[in-house]
């Protein structure tokens, strides 16, 4: 089993940016496709980011596609999702996902975190 739990959610400014944190315990992550989802007030939870096991393949939602950034450390047995020009419509809460296979859009994730808050106000 894999455990994740997110950190570094809060309240930005349009325009600022935040630095979100997945620490895994449990397992080694280097063994795992790591990413980010995020579910929005009203509306499904959608796929945000994810990077395959050795860091070189790597996938954005259009949406933040040039704003975010996905990144992975191993020897911390962490994953982090770096957000800059944040815009209101990316208020939602971000979940920290792990999965033996490539992470997808559509795929269906083996681990959840609990969830980070986000709020961008305008």
């Known amino acids: 089993q894999v455990q994740l739990v997110e950190s570094g959610g809060g309240l930005v400014q349009a325009g600022g940016s935040l630095r979100l944190s997945c620490a895994a315990s449990?397992?080694?992550?280097?063994?795992?496709?790591m990413g980010w989802f995020r579910q929005a007030p009203g509306k499904e939870r959608e796929f945000v980011a994810s990077?395959?096991?050795?860091?070189?393949?790597?996938y954005y939602a259009g949406s933040v596609k040039g704003r975010f950034t996905i990144s992975r450390d191993n020897a911390k047995n962490a994953v982090y999702l770096q957000m800059n020009s944040l815009k209101p419509e990316d208020t939602a809460v971000y979940y920290c996902?792990?999965?033996?296979?490539?992470?997808?859009?559509?795929?269906?994730?083996?681990?959840w975190g609990q969830g980070t808050q986000v709020t961008v106000s305008s």
């Open positions: 449990g397992r080694t992550i280097s063994n795992y496709a």
């Open positions: 996902a792990a999965d033996a296979t490539l992470i997808t859009p559509r795929a269906v994730v083996d681990y």
């Open positions: 990077i395959n096991r050795n860091g070189d393949v790597i």
